[in-house]
C-alpha cells in the first residue's frame, strides 16, 4: 500500500505565495505518476498538475500554467504555486498512481482572500 500526506496549504493573500508538500510512505517504488488534484467548493475535483517518476515529464492544467511548478524529490511532491488568485481556494489532493493503484491523499485547505 501507499500511504499520502499533504502539508502546505493555508490562508494567503491574492498575488501570494504557498508551496505544498506531499510526503509518500508504503510502497513508494511502484508509484509511476504523481499529480496534485484540486476541488473547489460546488465544482468537481480537478487536475492541476502530474510529474512522472522520474521527475522528467510534468503537466500542468491551462489554468496553473507559468504560476504553478510541480516536482519531487526521492519520495515527496511538492507544489509551488505562485501569484495565487482567489479563483485557485480550494481543497488540494495529492495522488499517486501505480500499474494497479491508485492513492490519494487527506487533502489540504488552500485560501486565496484579502
Known amino acids: 500500500q501507499v500511504q499520502l500526506v499533504e502539508s502546505g496549504g493555508g490562508l494567503v493573500q491574492p498575488g501570494g505565495s504557498l508551496r505544498l508538500s506531499c510526503a509518500a510512505s508504503g510502497f513508494t517504488l511502484s508509484i509511476t505518476v504523481m499529480s496534485w488534484y484540486r476541488q473547489a467548493p460546488g465544482k468537481e475535483r480537478e487536475l492541476v498538475a502530474t510529474i512522472t517518476r522520474s521527475g522528467g515529464i510534468t503537466n500542468y492544467a491551462d489554468s496553473v500554467k507559468g504560476r504553478f511548478t510541480i516536482s519531487r524529490d526521492k519520495n515527496t511532491v511538492y507544489l509551488q504555486m505562485n501569484s495565487l488568485e482567489p479563483e485557485d481556494t480550494a481543497v488540494y489532493y495529492c495522488?499517486?498512481?501505480?500499474?494497479?493503484?491508485?492513492?490519494w491523499g487527506q487533502g489540504t485547505q488552500v485560501t486565496v482572500s484579502s
Open positions: 495522488n499517486g498512481k501505480g500499474l494497479a493503484f491508485v492513492a
